[in-house]
Every structure is written in C-alpha cells, then in structure tokens.
C-alpha cells in the first residue's frame, strides 16, 4: 500500500464537512484519503445549530445537522477533539477518556456520523488530553476500537497523536504508549510532528529511535504551514520514514495554497529516494 496521502481539513472547506466534495478535491490533487473533522461541539455557530453547549458530545439528532452528504467511494480518516483552548466559550474542550460512559458517547457519535457519510472511517485519530494517564488513554482506545468494529462491521483503527501539555507528548510518552499497546490489535500512534517539538526540542531529536511497527502515520507540517519552517529536524523524520513501508501522511496545512508547498515537500524531500551520503556516483 505504501505511503498514502491525506486531504487535510482546510480552512476553505465547509467544516465538519461534506465528504463527497472533501473526496473530489483528493482526487483532483492525487490523495488517497480526506480528513474528516469529529470534534465536540467546537463553536457558537455549532451551538446554536445544535442547541447542545459547546465542548458537549454531538448527540445522533446533531449529526444530520453537522454533517453534509456522503459519499461511498470515498476513504477516510476522522480527526476527534484535539481538547485544546476554544475561544467562543473561553474553555478547553474536556476529553474525558477516564470516563467509559463518555468513551461510549464517543463510539456512538462517530458511528452515527460515519452512517451518515456512508463507509466506515480507516483510522481515528485521539488525543489524549490532561484527564488520564498513558495507560487510561490506551485503555480507552482499546474500548474505542472494540466500540467502532461492534457498531460498524469494519475493521477501524484508532491512533493517538501526540500534543504538548496532554498525557502523551513526548518520544518517552509514545513509546510507552506503544509498549502498552503490545499485543493488542488496531491500535497505533498518529506522530505529528511539529507538536514533538514543541514538547521540547531535547527529546523531540529521538524521533529517529522510534519504533515503527504502531506508527500509523503522520502529520506534517510546521504551525500549520508548508514545511521547512526551521523548528523541525526533518532529516530525522526523513530517518524515521524510511523505516516504514506503510504510512499515511496527513500535511495539515490549514490553506490552499500551502497544501501544494507541503505536498511537494513531502513528495521530493520525505519520500523521494535519494542516494545516501558517500555512496559512489556511478
Ligand atoms: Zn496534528
């Protein structure tokens, strides 16, 4: 399958989203996948559509409402709340993975979501937020994954990314996510990047040390831009790459415009092969 790209969730799309025009533009651009954003009650303007408070669990009625139409041929990945700062309701969106009941809201806001835009999500992406402990959140992912395959017959995979300030932000913290995940199925991380180094720059450079088997893709970008911004070592990440076969690669620029830099990025300085150093010109 190799390494496959994702139409990350810009700005000029309408949000949350109408699959079938998220997919168009993917193929247009020669993507494999579109991001599907399956947040909490993310805004006022969702509020009031929904009459739920802001920071709540979207209830099955809302989903008509957030929601555009499907598209069945389309492939995706769904990007739930990243728990960070909203400023409408001058709050941090709460993600209570501690919680089974709320997990369980969760498993069925997305089933419900995912009927409505038609096949089954690939992956689903989590954070962790500041309310549990690595092996809460593993635990809660664990009782994600099995909640989504019960409802949608699929074989869905759940990924944390990582996130300064949350449970799981650093090398250290995903691998001992990963460790934790042993032996379990349909679990792995979605490593994004820049937030590595943003966690601190010391550790971010054991990106290349990461183990790769649960590593299920990446985000990459720098604050939402075309890469290279000059935070990230990205001969490093290049290293890492390397050493998967299967990736998915989300650029998770917010513009246009910069998702054709990104692209380009990743294509000739990710993915590209190039001879290693010292190697003899033939
Ligand atoms: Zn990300």
């Given at each position: 399958m190799?390494?496959?790209?994702?139409?990350?969730?810009?700005?000029?799309?309408?949000q949350?989203?109408?699959?079938?025009?998220r997919?168009s533009?993917?193929?247009?651009?020669?993507?494999?996948?579109?991001?599907?954003?399956?947040?909490?009650?993310?805004?006022?303007?969702?509020?009031?559509?929904?009459?739920?408070?802001?920071?709540?669990?979207?209830?099955?009625?809302?989903?008509?409402?957030?929601?555009?139409?499907?598209?069945?041929?389309?492939?995706?990945?769904?990007?739930?709340?990243p728990?960070?700062?909203?400023?409408?309701?001058?709050?941090?969106?709460r993600?209570?993975?501690?919680?089974?009941?709320?997990?369980?809201?969760?498993?069925?806001?997305?089933?419900?979501?995912?009927?409505?835009?038609?096949?089954?999500?690939?992956?689903?992406?989590?954070?962790?937020?500041?309310?549990?402990?690595?092996?809460?959140?593993?635990?809660?992912?664990a009782?994600?994954?099995?909640?989504?395959?019960r409802?949608?017959?699929?074989?869905?995979?759940?990924a944390?990314?990582?996130k300064?300030?949350?449970?799981?932000?650093?090398?250290?913290?995903i691998?001992e996510?990963?460790?934790?995940?042993?032996?379990?199925?349909?679990?792995?991380?979605?490593?994004?990047?820049?937030?590595?180094?943003?966690?601190?720059?010391?550790?971010?450079?054991?990106?290349?040390?990461?183990?790769?088997?649960?590593?299920?893709?990446?985000h990459?970008?720098?604050?939402?831009?075309?890469?290279?911004?000059g935070?990230?070592?990205?001969?490093?990440?290049?290293?890492l790459m390397?050493?998967?076969?299967?990736?998915?690669?989300?650029?998770?620029?917010?513009?246009?415009?910069?998702?054709?830099r990104a692209?380009?990025?990743i294509?000739?300085?990710?993915?590209?092969?190039?001879?290693h150093?010292?190697?003899?010109?033939?």
């Amino acid at each position: 399958m190799g390494v496959r790209l994702v139409l990350p969730n810009l700005a000029s799309l309408a949000q949350r989203g109408d699959l079938g025009e998220r997919w168009s533009m993917a193929r247009r651009c020669g993507l494999d996948l579109v991001e599907v954003p399956a947040d909490l009650i993310k805004n006022r303007r969702e509020a009031e559509l929904t009459g739920l408070p802001i920071g709540s669990m979207p209830e099955d009625g809302s989903v008509e409402l957030l929601y555009g139409r499907g598209d069945r041929n389309a492939r995706y990945v769904m990007h739930t709340d990243p728990g960070i700062y909203r400023r409408d309701a001058r709050t941090m969106a709460r993600l209570r993975w501690g919680d089974e009941g709320w997990t369980d809201d969760y498993v069925r806001f997305l089933s419900s979501a995912s009927r409505r835009l038609g096949p089954p999500p690939e992956v689903v992406e989590v954070h962790s937020g500041r309310d549990v402990d690595i092996a809460g959140m593993v635990d809660a992912m664990a009782r994600l994954r099995d909640g989504l395959r019960r409802e949608l017959r699929a074989p869905v995979i759940v990924a944390l990314e990582n996130k300064p300030g949350q449970a799981v932000a650093t090398v250290k913290d995903i691998i001992e996510a990963m460790d934790l995940m042993d032996g379990q199925d349909g679990l792995g991380i979605m490593l994004d990047v820049p937030n590595l180094w943003k966690a601190g720059r010391r550790q971010a450079g054991g990106v290349e040390t990461l183990p790769t088997e649960r590593l299920v893709g990446m985000h990459v970008h720098e604050r939402h831009r075309a890469p290279p911004g000059g935070a990230v070592d990205w001969s490093a990440v290049r290293r890492l790459m390397c050493r998967r076969d299967e990736l998915i690669v989300n650029p998770e620029v917010f513009h246009r415009g910069e998702l054709e830099r990104a692209l380009y990025f990743i294509r000739q300085e990710l993915l590209a092969q190039k001879p290693h150093k010292g190697a003899a010109v033939l």
